[in-house]
């Protein structure tokens, strides 16, 4: 019978957005799976996102919103912060406008359950429909296309999850045994409402069963079935990882050239500019060598100037009291001069009167 798969579909971060996210947006060029018809991979559906970059960033930011609301203790390098489900088409040969229909509201009804913010995003893989001979009915079928959508598991948003057990993201809080039933309850009424009977209906008839199921005819080779589909899934993650480590080693080499690069244009750049400095000290110091010159000149030039002017009028001051000396000694000869005379007459005078006087020296 029909039923919503949860088996295997725990992811980390890094396996989220570097395997399963490249894969359902298919923008790997080569598959592991051969049933992948990507001539008819535009019959694809399409939900919550259009491109894998905008899955990985929307998956990228709901976490970081989550672990901010709800900050964990500790993050572990394996801590599972989505799971994948797979939602088959009920049964095969299904009127295809009706079965979009069926997707488009089981898409809806994800949300609804998980809360929107935390269904990252849906896809409808019709690409992967092909012919197969069941080994049962030794009939040839028609594989059922599925619904792949990816779920963050905030616990707080969860109306299934009890209010002790509400931790933010947790997967194993969020995981529960009674979670696939849950789902398919929900998908029972979806079905209902589009084809008019029951998502699962309790029978185990070939028609009822998954893609994977119609495929195996024993209980033995659906178990060697899974354990090939894990080894297989292991080994396209493995490849994958590969692929993006690779992808990194390219990029680091790459990064390594450019960092050497402009380590290389860095050291030129010094160079230069010791270079330019060492030329600048020159330049400054001859021009300031020459200016100081010009003004060691000037400055001498006016002691000069100065010294001259002091010198003159220094000597006009020196001639002028000079001069005034001069004619204080002359004014002293005259004045000596003219009392001698005066006394010379005196002295006349007294010889003409009969007494004699000496004359002064």
């Not at 709901?62 to 599972?80: F, G, L, T, V």
């Not at 080779?221 to 990882?241: A, G, R």
């Not at 100037?305 to 010198?311: A, I, N, P, S």
């Amino acid at each position: 019978m029909a039923s919503v798969q949860f088996d295997g579909g725990k992811h980390t971060t890094k396996q989220a957005t570097s395997g399963h996210i490249p894969h359902d947006f298919r923008e790997r060029d080569n598959y592991s799976n051969t049933d992948i018809d990507k001539s008819r991979t535009h019959l694809n559906q399409y939900f919550g996102c259009k491109t894998g970059d905008e899955a990985r960033s929307k998956l990228k930011k709901r976490i970081a919103e989550c672990d901010a609301m709800h900050p964990p203790k500790r993050i572990k390098q394996d801590r599972k912060t989505s799971i994948e489900i797979h939602i088959p088409a009920p049964r095969e040969d299904l009127d295809d406008k009706k079965l979009r229909e069926f997707f488009e509201r089981s898409y809806t009804e994800l949300e609804n359950t998980f809360g929107k913010e935390n269904v990252i995003y849906g896809v409808t893989h019709f690409d992967e429909v092909h012919k197969y001979l069941d080994p049962q009915d030794k009939k040839v079928h028609e594989s059922r296309a599925g619904l792949h959508a990816v779920i963050i598991p905030f616990t707080d948003d969860m109306s299934f999850v009890s209010d002790d057990k509400k931790s933010g993201l947790n997967m194993n809080n969020f995981y529960k045994k009674n979670l696939p039933n849950i789902v398919n309850n929900k998908l029972d009424i979806v079905c209902n409402e589009v084809f008019g009977f029951d998502f699962q209906d309790g029978s185990k008839t070939a028609n009822k069963q998954t893609v994977e199921q119609l495929k195996i005819g024993s209980a033995k080779i659906l178990k060697q079935k899974k354990e090939l589909k894990k080894l297989k899934d292991i080994i396209e993650h493995d490849k994958d990882v590969v692929d993006d480590l690779k992808i990194e080693y390219d990029s680091y080499q790459l990064d390594l050239t450019d960092l050497k690069a402009r380590e290389q244009a860095l050291f030129d750049r010094e160079q230069a500019f010791e270079e330019e400095k060492a030329k600048y000290y020159a330049e400054t110091k001859k021009a300031l060598e020459i200016k100081y010159k010009q003004k060691e000149d000037a400055l001498n030039e006016s002691v000069e100037y100065y010294k001259e002017q002091l010198e003159a009028e220094n000597k006009k001051k020196l001639n002028a009291a000079l001069k005034e000396q001069v004619d204080s000694v002359k004014q002293f000869k005259e004045w000596r001069c003219k009392e001698r005379t005066e006394q010379a007459d005196e002295v006349m005078q007294g010889s003409n009167s009969g007494f004699s006087r000496e004359l002064p020296i």
